[in-house]
């Protein structure tokens, strides 16, 4: 499939040829809510936790004799029937994260690139570059109509652009290899550098 090229103030620079193998699949629901929840999970952080019986605060002190009381039985007030007794059965720290096959890691990065090209919300310009100015940037984001992009650079991202992008609302940049299938569903606009789309060609293949 053939997209336009255009630099960063809005003008033509050619067309290019992308690959079909990455750009023309017909996106996978299923697939890719595999990949995002694989990766929401391995980001969290599972540190929520409670205290059990054993670590409350009250005395272990039997609170009444075992026998005639024609009550319960009960031992100390750290039971989790009393209030503020330990919780019983309760999170502890632990890794939500699980396993997922490289392959529809792989695959599921091929279809969000796919699913942004087939809604038209891919955009492909020559280069990243800047001179180290916010406003310049920004005047010309705007005028590109990007309010909620994510720009795919190549291996590494030109310094200037990113420090130039840093303090832009909606604004984020990533090289190739952090180029990841939440990032890239969670924006409104995909863009791919020259440099980007032949580092993705040759990550993907």
């Known amino acids: 499939m053939k997209l336009d090229v255009i630099n960063l103030d809005g003008s033509k620079a050619g067309t290019l040829d992308l690959d079909e193998a990455l750009f023309g699949l017909e996106p996978r629901v299923d697939i890719l809510h595999r990949v995002v929840r694989w990766q929401r999970n391995n980001a969290q952080a ?3 936790k409670v205290k ?30 009393f209030r503020k007794g330990g919780i019983y059965k ?4 632990r ?3 699980h396993e997922l096959p490289k392959k529809v890691r792989k695959l599921g990065l091929m279809h969000a690139l796919s699913a942004k090209a087939k809604a038209g919300e891919l955009v492909v310009i020559e280069s990243a570059s800047s001179d180290g100015k916010t406003a310049a940037l920004a005047k010309q984001v705007k005028n590109l109509g990007w309010k909620r992009a994510l ?3 190549g291996a590494d991202v030109n310094q200037d652009f990113l420090q130039a992008a840093r303090n832009i609302e909606g604004l984020d940049i990533l090289p190739t290899m952090g180029a990841n299938v939440y990032d890239i569903l969670k924006r409104d606009t995909l863009v791919i550098t020259k ?11």
């Open 195 to 205: 440099a980007g789309i032949e580092a993705l060609e040759a990550r993907l293949k």
């Open 46 to 48: 599972g540190t929520h």
């Open 95 to 97: 890794s939500h994260g």
């Open 90 to 93: 309760g999170p502890t720290p």
């Open 151 to 153: 720009i795919i650079d």
């Open 52 to 81: 059990t019986r054993s670590e409350t605060s009250y005395s272990t002190k039997k609170i009444y004799r075992q026998k005639g009381t024609g009550g319960a039985r009960h031992g100390d007030r750290n039971a989790p029937i």
